[in-house]
């Protein structure tokens, strides 16, 4: 076996290798290249894309997998179970208990013009995730970027569509499914391979240029609105007890219309009886009728003194001390 020369201190020269000992050595240095260019490990969140010449050949699972060295196939690790996100009007710098945030305004994302041109800084988080890796590498150049763009898009197009009020009050939660959908529908028709899971607003203001303006019309609303309900309370107070002592007049006239009305059926009834005991026996009935009629009477007039127009001598039968006279005649 050939054995290196030692060291040669004349000539300042290091100790000369032989040839096997060198091809040996390019031949190790080969095989742990192709090893680690050969096999890779993907992660239980990622598939791996995998490209032959450049061209799309199949997808690796997770695990430890096996590709072609030197360049041959290369692999692409796609994240499809991770949550992500994108941030727009804001930047998280570091997310904790006590989470940082960038000073940047990002007013070029963030100032949008409302239906009613109001204008609105709407800040929003879209969470997606990519469910074809495939269309997410190869579809659309740069897909993330081409994302962000659609999401810009969308949201200008959704907020114009509605009032300042609707948009930073009551309408968010609305404005936020409205552009989700809107987004998913645009994500698969240019085949970016991105599902939207949620889009979530955070900070929707006013910009803070006419935010003093806006308090003032917000409190003259607010005013507005007060006035409204003092009104509308007062109404409920007066218009039902009108409606209440109207409806009580009505069912009193209702009452007084069937009471005479019922009284003069029994009236009728009661004269037709009559009328028809007269025709069995007339003077029988008609002195009855006399009787009862000059008694009622009678006991309505009080005390009366009935004498003969002929006679004489009768101031003995007045009591005039107890007023006889002014009831006698």
């Given at each position: 076996m050939?054995?290196?020369?030692?060291?040669d201190?004349?000539m300042?020269r290091?100790?000369?290798?032989?040839n096997?000992?060198i091809r040996?050595?390019?031949?190790?240095?080969?095989?742990?290249?192709f090893?680690?260019?050969?096999f890779f490990?993907?992660?239980?969140?990622?598939?791996?894309?995998v490209?032959?010449?450049?061209?799309?050949t199949?997808e690796?699972?997770?695990g430890?997998?096996?590709?072609?060295?030197?360049?041959?196939?290369?692999?692409?690790k796609?994240?499809?179970?991770?949550?992500?996100?994108?941030?727009f009007?804001?930047?998280?710098?570091?997310?904790?208990?006590?989470?940082?945030?960038?000073?940047?305004?990002?007013?070029?994302?963030?100032?949008?013009?409302?239906g009613?041109?109001?204008?609105?800084q709407?800040e929003?988080?879209?969470?997606?995730?990519?469910?074809?890796p495939y269309?997410?590498?190869?579809?659309?150049?740069?897909a993330?970027?081409?994302?962000?763009?659609i999401?810009e898009?969308?949201?200008?197009?959704?907020?114009?569509?509605?009032?300042?009020?609707e948009?930073?009050?009551?309408?968010?939660?609305?404005?936020?499914?409205?552009?989700?959908?809107k987004l998913?529908?645009?994500c698969?028709?240019?085949e970016t391979?991105?599902?939207?899971?949620?889009?979530?607003?955070?900070d929707?203001?006013?910009?803070?240029e006419?935010?003093?303006?806006f308090?003032e019309?917000n409190?003259?609303?607010?005013?507005?609105?007060?006035?409204?309900n003092?009104a509308?309370s007062?109404?409920n107070?007066?218009?039902?007890r009108?409606?209440?002592?109207?409806?009580?007049?009505?069912e009193?006239a209702?009452g007084?219309?069937?009471?005479?009305?019922?009284e003069?059926?029994?009236?009728?009834?009661?004269f037709v009886?009559?009328?028809?005991?007269?025709?069995?026996?007339?003077?029988?009935?008609?002195?009855?009728?006399?009787?009862?009629?000059?008694k009622?009477?009678?006991?309505k007039?009080?005390?009366k003194l009935?004498?003969d127009?002929?006679?004489?001598?009768?101031?003995?039968?007045?009591?005039?001390?107890?007023?006889g006279l002014?009831?006698?005649?």
């Amino acid at each position: 076996m050939d054995q290196p020369q030692g060291f040669d201190f004349k000539m300042g020269r290091p100790p000369q290798l032989s040839n096997r000992v060198i091809r040996w050595s390019i031949i190790g240095v080969i095989f742990l290249v192709f090893v680690f260019s050969s096999f890779f490990t993907i992660s239980p969140e990622e598939v791996g894309v995998v490209l032959r010449f450049g061209r799309y050949t199949r997808e690796a699972s997770p695990g430890l997998n096996f590709k072609w060295p030197f360049g041959i196939e290369t692999v692409y690790k796609v994240p499809v179970q991770r949550q992500l996100k994108q941030e727009f009007g804001f930047r998280t710098l570091r997310a904790g208990v006590r989470t940082q945030y960038s000073t940047n305004r990002y007013l070029d994302e963030s100032l949008m013009l409302t239906g009613d041109l109001n204008a609105a800084q709407v800040e929003w988080i879209v969470q997606y995730r990519i469910k074809n890796p495939y269309k997410f590498l190869f579809k659309v150049r740069n897909a993330t970027q081409t994302f962000r763009d659609i999401n810009e898009a969308v949201m200008r197009e959704i907020v114009g569509d509605r009032t300042v009020n609707e948009v930073i009050t009551v309408g968010r939660q609305n404005l936020a499914d409205a552009v989700s959908v809107k987004l998913q529908a645009l994500c698969d028709q240019y085949e970016t391979g991105i599902k939207v899971e949620q889009v979530v607003l955070q900070d929707v203001n006013p910009p803070d240029e006419v935010k003093p303006s806006f308090n003032e019309v917000n409190e003259a609303e607010q005013e507005k609105e007060k006035l409204i309900n003092q009104a509308l309370s007062e109404y409920n107070k007066v218009v039902p007890r009108a409606k209440g002592e109207a409806q009580r007049k009505i069912e009193e006239a209702h009452g007084y219309a069937l009471e005479r009305v019922n009284e003069a059926r029994g009236d009728s009834a009661r004269f037709v009886s009559i009328f028809n005991e007269y025709r069995k026996a007339k003077e029988v009935t008609r002195r009855r009728i006399y009787l009862e009629t000059m008694k009622d009477i009678l006991n309505k007039v009080g005390r009366k003194l009935i004498t003969d127009e002929k006679a004489s001598g009768i101031l003995p039968l007045f009591n005039l001390e107890n007023g006889g006279l002014n009831n006698a005649k």
